[in-house]
């Protein structure tokens, strides 16, 4: 507000304000704009506005770097000590930190409950995905993968919204979205540990305990010998690992194929991380109900997945993924370009819709292409990275206070440039993948740019006998294709509201901050 003496103004007659007086905070509070958000926010509450506008912003930013740890660590116990006590873990610290986010009073409170709820993002559910996916064949994990996120994660971000709209209330969603969690505590009653986990471990014998659950579940019966073979391979297996080298992320960098493969994917995931998670927050710039524009956004997972799980296997990844992204982008750019928000909106959400189909493609493409021996290292590193370029999410989003088309405009053309940079990477489909550092280094180098899957058959000469191999402690850890997804509307409605200055009560036209 001015700094000024407004009585001593109006006895001289003049009721224009002046740029050039002194200006100083408002004095007498605010008056806070509901028609967007009908309930107040942590935004409203502590008076994020004018010169604290970006705390919302620097609040999520910390929450991704709280990702970045939890990774780590998480990663670390699942490898350590098994997915399940990784689950658990995960899940109970979403639980205590989202409940503690409600009872938060200033921002410092906010922000350290938002960066261990980062903690658990993605693991709190990835662990359970990653356990399921090691009991599935290699025929079927492209379409439990893509299938179990179309259905699950769609209907729950598509719940969500109206979660918040009903309860009304920031504190009440932080708690009805965290409580769910404290159920995975009953995991170990329900659901077997990895039984390939177990096997990289030594633990044989547990392992084949597990297996032979299955077998009664499933009314099936495995031949004595064949599990008497299984254990002659697992322990000539250990005694080789015994034997050979310890590998480590940097081996992924001393040579210079391997090293421009990866590289190039750690740009790729960092861009189509960004891009995503960029459409996800900027739903609430699209100038519509942001309720119905997030419910319509969300559901476009379901089609992409299903389209993916379709065409995946037919139609390889490197030019798919060159494509979503690519059409990705266009469609965020001529987002920009139209005034009807209506159709803004529409082309954003088919921006989005292409970017599910980048990242799911993303998730699989790099645990293929890296060699065994270093995968798990690689793929933890490349995602990494993708939180990394998270961070920078909401600040890209807001940039709409500086011009509406810069959001849009700026994830369009990252996408495309991300799309292109993937003709660059080697194809995986119908290939065997590298087991070795050289067989890394020399995979894809009879490759074309231009080659297409679709346009050539696949030779006999080409398809190898799976063996008991795939149980080594390397290839273990790699079965994975952990669906990586932005944190969603629980902390997105927390920070938007807009706002009115009671300063300005005198011109109702003017919107002081959108948070």
């Not at 003049?14 to 905070?25: I, M």
């Amino acid at each position: 507000m001015y700094d000024v003496n407004y009585t001593e103004i109006l006895l001289n007659g003049s009721y224009a304000p002046d740029a050039s007086w002194p200006t100083k905070g408002c004095h007498h509070g605010w008056e806070f704009n509901y028609s967007t958000i009908p309930y107040a926010t942590v935004a409203t509450e502590l008076g994020w506005v004018c010169e604290y506008s970006a705390l919302p912003t620097t609040a999520q930013s910390v929450f991704f770097i709280g990702a970045i740890f939890g990774g780590l660590i998480f990663g670390w116990i699942a490898d350590q000590y098994g997915r399940i006590p990784a689950l658990i873990g995960a899940n109970m610290m979403g639980f205590i930190a989202g409940v503690a986010t409600a009872f938060s009073n200033s921002f410092w409170q906010f922000t350290l409950c938002r960066f261990f709820v980062g903690f658990a993002f993605d693991n709190c559910f990835t662990m359970m995905y990653i356990l399921v996916l090691e009991y599935v064949g290699p025929k079927w994990r492209t379409f439990v993968a893509n299938m179990s996120i179309a259905m699950f994660f769609t209907f729950a971000a598509c719940v969500l919204p109206w979660i918040a709209y009903f309860l009304a209330d920031w504190r009440m969603t932080c708690i009805a979205t965290s409580v769910p969690l404290v159920l995975a505590i009953v995991t170990p009653w329900l659901i077997p540990e990895s039984a390939r986990w177990l096997v990289s471990q030594g633990q044989v014998d547990r392992a084949i305990k597990i297996l032979g659950k299955f077998e009664r579940m499933n009314g099936t019966k495995v031949p004595d010998d064949v599990y008497k073979r299984f254990r002659e391979t697992c322990a000539r297996i250990c005694k080789e690992e015994e034997a050979e080298r310890t590998y480590s992320v940097l081996d992924l960098f001393r040579s210079p194929r391997l090293r421009n493969i990866t590289i190039l994917f750690i740009i790729i995931w960092m861009a189509i991380s960004l891009v995503f998670d960029g459409h996800v927050r900027n739903v609430d710039n699209l100038g519509l109900n942001v309720f119905v524009t997030f419910t319509i956004a969300a559901a476009t997972e379901l089609p992409a997945d299903t389209f993916l799980t379709v065409v995946l296997d037919r139609w390889g990844r490197r030019w798919l993924a060159c494509g979503s992204l690519v059409i990705s982008g266009i469609f965020s750019i001529w987002a920009c370009a139209v005034s009807n928000n209506i159709y803004s909106a529409t082309l954003a959400i088919l921006g989005r819709f292409w970017i599910n189909i980048s990242y799911n493609i993303g998730l699989q493409y790099a645990a293929e292409v890296l060699p065994t021996v270093v995968r798990a290292q690689g793929v933890a590193l490349i995602h990494i990275m993708g939180y990394v370029a998270s961070i920078l999410a909401p600040f890209v989003v807001y940039l709409d206070v500086v011009s509406s088309i810069l959001p849009l405009l700026l994830l369009g053309i990252i996408g495309i440039a991300g799309g292109l940079l993937t003709l660059f990477l080697p194809e995986t489909l119908d290939k065997d993948l590298p087991q070795t550092l050289q067989d890394g280094e020399n995979f894809g180098k009879n490759q074309k740019m231009w080659d297409f899957p679709c346009f050539s058959r696949k030779s006999e000469a080409e398809e190898t006998p799976p063996t008991f191999k795939t149980f080594s402690r390397g290839s273990v850890r790699n079965s994975m294709r952990a669906s990586l997804r932005g944190e969603t509307l629980r902390s997105s409605m927390i920070r938007r509201s807009s706002v009115r200055s009671r300063a300005e009560s005198a011109n109702p036209g003017t919107e002081v901050e959108r948070l």
